[in-house]
């Protein structure tokens, strides 16, 4: 199992492009989920989805849109990049309402938006 | 809203104990501990369910007090390799696993 893999690992952008930061998982996980990480401030939740085809808002989802077509992959887009949206972003999956298991966190993409 | 982490870091000597709490304001059905270093992903330690349970891994276990919406870890003689910022997550209800709510984490710098 490769777990949960991301790409690209380090991205610049200019204010004002676009990209979409890719994430997929092989442990068939039904739950994803974007987070952003910035300094001191721990980790907070983007978008999710508990399923293809479904997804929602988490705490900070301005700026970014995400799709779920497949169980597998999970991609997050910035339509419009600005430099507040620099910061490291993780995706993470799990079982959806299995309590024995938790969150598995992919190794992150580190973005900087000039 | 977020959980409150204390103390915010600490700084040990190896072999010396310490204790990070994770407060919520709110009814919590599982507490998540995750151990990040720096430049990696955040690295599953152990889930804490409602119901007072206390887990363990290795020298770092943890216990959840239900009637205070408490979680704490205790890191035991602690080792060089515990270094790392420390993060709980926080769930209120059994299928909100994919969007826990985060401390903003506890730096642990164990010394030789």
């Known amino acids: 199992n490769a777990g949960v893999t991301q790409t690209p690992k380090f991205q610049v952008l200019k204010t004002g492009q676009s990209m979409t930061l890719q994430c997929a998982q092989d442990m068939n996980h039904e739950y994803m989920s974007w987070y952003r990480q910035d300094p001191g401030m721990g980790l907070r939740l983007i978008h999710y989805?508990?399923?293809?085809?479904?997804?929602d808002q988490g705490e900070v989802p301005n700026g970014y849109n995400v799709s779920r077509s497949t169980t597998e992959d999970f991609p997050l887009r910035l339509l419009s990049a600005a430099p507040s949206q620099t910061s490291v972003y993780f995706c993470a999956s799990s079982y959806y309402g299995k309590s024995t298991d938790t969150q598995y966190f992919g190794p992150g993409t580190r973005l900087t938006v000039l | 809203q977020q959980p409150v982490q204390s103390p915010q870091a600490v700084i040990l000597r190896e072999g010396e104990d310490a204790v990070i709490n994770c407060s919520s304001s709110k009814a919590l059905y599982s507490v998540h501990w995750y151990r990040q270093k720096h430049g990696e992903a955040p690295v599953f330690l152990m889930i804490l369910l409602k119901g007072g349970e206390q887990k363990g891994h290795e020298k770092i276990s943890a216990s959840f007090n239900e009637k205070k919406q408490q979680s704490s870890l205790y890191l035991t003689a602690s080792q060089l390799s515990y270094s790392g910022t420390y993060f709980c997550?926080?769930?209120?209800?059994?299928?909100?696993?994919?969007?826990?709510?985060f401390g903003a984490g506890t730096q642990v710098v164990v010394t030789p």
């Open positions: 989805s508990v399923g293809a085809g479904i997804t």
């Open positions: 997550g926080t769930a209120m209800t059994t299928d909100s696993w994919g969007k826990l709510q």
